[in-house]
């Protein structure tokens, strides 16, 4: 069936530092996909999406390219703040089916 | 501002009960879905539903079942409220069929079931 595998956390970062959250996903056809994010005491909310083979997403210095040949859409910030600290999660929808799933989440901790 | 809505942010239940989680959204949405969040799990879908009077079973459906009268509305039920079944539970809801719109999330009810 389908799924989404995200690599285990907690990350923990300085500052400044480089971050890449891998995700893969097994779907068949052509899902979209999703990076959410939910910081500390907040609901999930969107950070970016790419809908079809080599579309890059990009929001708030955060981007993920969807590879459909290795079945990737890693998540990947040049600086990170102590303010990107939350948990983050890759997600796929699934048109024939209507499904939105999602990964296990990955925490990440970002220190000054 | 665009709103999904879940009628209690903590609830307590004993073993046995039947519980009703509520979820309401105001953006004339057509899909809603009910997920429940666990550590190290993520989150996994329970059941979602495209319309009205619509409903599919999502990966982890046992033990769960849903209501959707109106469109607005998608209640998640607890037949008889299980330890196992305490966690997060979470409702979203999407536009349409298209698959590349966001989902909208409530602010999750956390259940404690003793």
């Known amino acids: 069936g389908n799924s989404v595998t995200q690599m285990e956390g907690p990350v923990t970062l300085s500052e400044e530092a480089f971050l890449t959250i891998n995700c893969t996903y097994t779907?068949?056809?052509?899902?979209?996909l999703f990076w959410y994010v939910q910081y500390p005491g907040e609901g999930l909310q969107l950070l970016l999406k790419?809908?079809?083979?080599?579309d890059k997403g990009s929001n708030k210095g955060f981007e993920a390219t969807y590879r459909k040949e290795t079945t990737s859409f890693h998540l990947e910030k040049g600086s990170v703040q102590v303010s990107d600290s939350a948990v983050y999660f890759c997600?796929?929808?699934?048109?024939?089916?209507?499904?939105?799933?999602f990964g296990q989440g990955t925490e990440l901790s970002v220190k000054p | 501002d665009v709103k999904v809505t879940q009628s209690s942010r903590y609830l307590v239940k004993r073993t046995g009960e039947k519980v009703f989680l509520e979820c309401v959204q105001d953006?004339?949405?057509?899909?809603m879905f009910w997920y429940r969040q666990d550590p190290g799990l993520g989150l996994r879908l329970i059941y979602f539903?495209?319309?009205?009077?619509?409903?599919e079973k999502g990966d982890i459906p046992e033990g769960y079942s849903v209501s959707r009268e109106k469109k607005e509305r998608f209640s998640l039920i607890l037949e008889s409220a299980s330890t196992n079944q305490t966690s997060m539970y979470l409702c979203?809801?999407?536009?349409?069929?298209?698959?590349?719109?966001?989902?909208?999330f409530g602010q999750g009810t956390r259940l404690t079931v003793v």
């Open positions: 979203a809801s999407t536009i349409g069929a298209r698959g590349d719109t966001e989902a909208f």
């Open positions: 779907a068949t056809g052509y899902p979209s």
């Open positions: 790419a809908t079809k083979a080599d």
């Open positions: 997600a796929l929808f699934y048109n024939q089916g209507g499904k939105l799933i």
């Open positions: 953006m004339d949405h057509e899909n």
């Open positions: 539903s495209y319309d009205v009077k619509m409903k």
